[in-house]
């Protein structure tokens, strides 16, 4: 059912969600549409075939500035900031002292200052943390009044370079500053449904009627969180908070190529020490794909069984691709169990189902190399 609580936040396109009849549900603390009347399964289908819009305004935007701004958000994260040439962006994590993911976010080169983007449910951790480790000279600018549309799919860039032919210039992970219909708007070809596409930071204001344009372009149709999720989790991308968490290190989710070359010499990040001797020794739990036999999917927190033994391990997304037309899952198992093909049995309410270690992402990516 619809939640119109007023506890909730609301994105600038809350108004617009409801007049396209989107079914509002709390998510992050904000009333976000999980999807809309064509329904989930329509919607991924689309956004596979042509171009879904998404809000994710919702998200923590920020930007660092300040001689060394590079070099400071280092404190906080393994990746390589200082090696992100200007107009480029990369994915990386905030790490604990103790070698666990405080978050995962996009950080964007874009000359004269850094441009981030962090979850919503972490934006009021992560920003108090980063702000605390910056030195004296650099500065972290929080940016409330932005909103974040995805447009994404193999004709999202076509579609809004109509607007604005200078972004299908851009290649993936490139960013840039464009006019769309009229909005200064910042474009990184990005996303995160596994399908080329666009993220586009405008000011809130303009938010509503820059996605009136983006919708009245051909081939373009709004899409919910549902969508959005089963999309990534085809992709086999992490969810913060069910696939990767405090308690989670990089090497343990598969996270590692996020660890900069030059950060793996210097080890001067957050956590580090623990990084560095799974990285050497390994773990005793990995991350893994996970497709279940047959057409019943398994969810989150479903325990996973060596076949016919005891438990070793657990689901922390699980649904039904409808891509794929058939059941998904991502998970941490025993590292013994954790290579392709192993043989796994998933407990679902009180029942054995077969299953077997897989290949992620199970839809290949499509992103423009």
């Known amino acids: 059912m619809a939640d119109t609580s007023d506890s909730l936040l609301e994105t600038p396109l809350a108004a617009l969600h409801r007049a396209l009849g989107g079914r509002m549900v709390p998510f992050a603390g904000y009333a976000m549409p999980v999807q809309y009347p064509a329904g989930i399964m329509a919607e991924h289908l689309h956004c596979r075939a042509a171009a879904a819009l998404f809000d994710v305004s919702h998200m923590g935007q920020a930007e660092i500035v300040g001689e060394g701004a590079a070099a400071a958000l280092e404190r906080v994260t393994p990746a390589d900031v200082q090696g992100l040439k200007p107009g480029r962006q990369r994915y990386g994590l905030l790490t604990t002292e103790s070698g666990g993911i405080l978050d995962d976010f996009m950080v964007a080169n874009l000359g004269d200052r850094l441009f981030l983007v962090v979850n919503a449910s972490r934006k009021h951790v992560d920003l108090p943390a980063i702000e605390a480790a910056l030195p004296a000279g650099v500065t972290l600018r929080p940016l409330p009044d932005r909103a974040l549309i995805a447009l994404q799919g193999p004709q999202a860039v076509a579609a809004i370079a109509t607007l604005a032919p200078g972004i299908a210039a851009l290649s993936f992970m490139g960013v840039g500053a464009f006019e769309i219909a009229g909005v200064p708007a910042l474009v990184s070809r990005s996303g995160y449904t596994g399908e080329d596409g666009v993220e586009v930071s405008v000011p809130a204001e303009k938010a509503e009627a820059f996605a009136r344009a983006l919708l009245a372009l051909p081939g373009v149709q709004p899409a919910g969180l549902g969508a959005r999720d089963s999309l990534r989790l085809e992709a086999g991308l992490c969810l913060y ?103 796994l049995e998933l407990m679902v309410r009180g029942k054995a189902i077969p299953a077997r270690v897989a290949p992620m992402p199970f839809v290949p990516h499509r992103y423009a190399r």
């Not at 999917?297 to 922390?316: C, F, K, Y």
């Not at 997304?317 to 013994?336: I, Q």
Request: aromatic share 4%.
């Open 241 to 343: 908070g069910n696939d990767i968490d405090e308690t989670t290190s990089p090497v343990e989710a598969a996270l590692t190529w996020t660890i900069g070359k030059r950060r793996r010499t210097e080890w001067n990040f957050p956590g580090a020490e623990r990084v560095r001797e799974e990285l050497a020794s390994g773990t005793k739990r990995l991350r893994v794909g996970i497709r279940p036999e047959g057409r019943q999917p398994a969810r989150g927190h479903t325990p996973v069984h060596a076949p016919g033994g005891a438990a070793i391990g657990e689901i922390t997304s699980g649904g039904f691709g409808p891509s794929l037309n058939g059941p998904m899952a991502m998970g941490y198992v025993a590292r013994e169990h954790a290579a392709d093909g192993t043989p």
